[in-house]
């Protein structure tokens, strides 16, 4: 059992259709309010050497991230801390104090408590007009699909490539592209925090046309032999970049710089170059 399917007796238990997207959406007077929140763990998400402040910003980055895929504003971050050293918070909480102040975003509050294993949730919320809403449902045959950066580069530190470790360890949240998008009138974005075939798959379980990569287009990790770089660029976890489908005359949109990785097709299915693509990224998995 993977953590989708898990997701599919969620949605049996509140409104599937609040699964499918990276944050939940409230009315908000004339506005509406996204809300994400998301768990680290010191075992599956930092990486030996990380460092406490770098921790506190990376959980701070995944949450704004989420907020960034809607379209939306940052406003303010939550932040709950299951704390296994007393001596680590104040580094925790600057990481995540300097990643709202970078973006925009007031840590205002969160929790506390003691926990054999560090444990981190943050909850970030953001505003949008309604009309600037992005969703993973909207995608239609003719659109381009495209990516804000490169991607891989965080598996690529892990495995071993010293000169992305800033961008698994320090992710930048595309807060302000995220935005741009919205108002572009982008048809459909997440982000690629489980990979991009992952992502791909994701949204097409919420649309009703398929996607189609060119390998040949994807924006690699600098420095990694060709054909591994393409496994991490498909298949790796952990980048921030947004994944986004467009009508091709909106862009480029000005002071985005994204990349066409391909089109929306109308078959129901996830192809590279042509072939399918199996569903396998960053997953979490339950054993029997
Ligand atoms: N336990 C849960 N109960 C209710 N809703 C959930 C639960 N887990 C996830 N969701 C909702 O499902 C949607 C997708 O969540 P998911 O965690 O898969 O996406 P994500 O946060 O973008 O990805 P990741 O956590 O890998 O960064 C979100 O809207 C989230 O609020
Ligand atoms: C050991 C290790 N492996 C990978 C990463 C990169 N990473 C950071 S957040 C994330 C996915 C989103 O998290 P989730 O799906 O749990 O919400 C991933 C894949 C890391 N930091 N450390
Ligand atoms: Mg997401
Ligand atoms: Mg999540
Ligand atoms: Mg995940």
């Known amino acids: ?38 768990m680290l763990h010191e075992t599956t998400d930092f990486p030996a050497g990380m460092t406490d402040w770098q921790i506190g910003w990376m959980a701070t ?9 809607m379209g939306a504003a940052p406003g303010e971050v939550l932040l709950a801390v299951g704390l296994d050293r007393p001596e680590r918070l104040s580094g925790i909480m600057e990481g995540a104090r300097d990643c709202c102040t970078r973006f925009g975003a007031e840590l205002v509050g969160g929790d506390l408590d003691a926990h054999r294993e560090l444990t981190i949730v943050s909850t970030g919320l953001g505003l949008v007009a ?55 009138g982008v048809s459909a974005m997440m982000d690629i925090s489980d990979g991009l075939v992952l992502s791909l798959h994701d949204l097409l379980a919420v649309n009703d046309c398929g ?11 600098a420095g990694v032999p060709e054909d591994e770089g393409r496994e991490l660029a498909l298949y790796g976890g952990g980048d921030f ?23 929306v097709i109308p078959e129901r299915t996830v192809l590279a170059d042509g072939e399918p693509l199996e569903r396998r990224g960053y997953l979490h998995e339950w054993k029997g």
């Not at 997701?7 to 004339?30: F, K, M, N, S, W």
């Not at 980055?61 to 895929?69: E, G, I, N, Q, Y």
């Not at 009309?131 to 530190?157: F, N, Q, S, Y």
């Open 1 to 38: 059992m993977d953590e989708r399917g898990l997701h599919r007796l969620i949605g049996t238990i509140i409104d599937p259709e609040r699964l499918d997207d990276d944050c939940a959406v409230i009315p908000c007077g004339d506005r509406l309010m996204v809300a994400s929140t998301d």
């Open 61 to 69: 980055a995944v949450t704004l991230s989420d907020v960034a895929s």
């Open 130 to 184: 309604p009309e600037h809403l992005v969703r993973r449902r909207g995608a239609r045959p003719g659109d381009v699909i495209a990516v804000t950066g490169p991607l891989g580069e965080a598996e690529a530190a892990l495995a071993g490539y010293d000169r992305h470790r800033r961008e698994l360890l320090e992710p930048q949240p595309r807060v302000r592209e995220g935005q741009a998008l919205g108002r572009a």
């Open 211 to 221: 996607f189609s990569v060119d390998t040949a287009r994807l924006p690699l990790p």
């Open 241 to 263: 970049e947004l994944l986004f489908t467009a009508p091709p005359d909106i862009l480029p949109v000005p002071g985005v710089e994204a990349r066409v990785i391909g089109e």
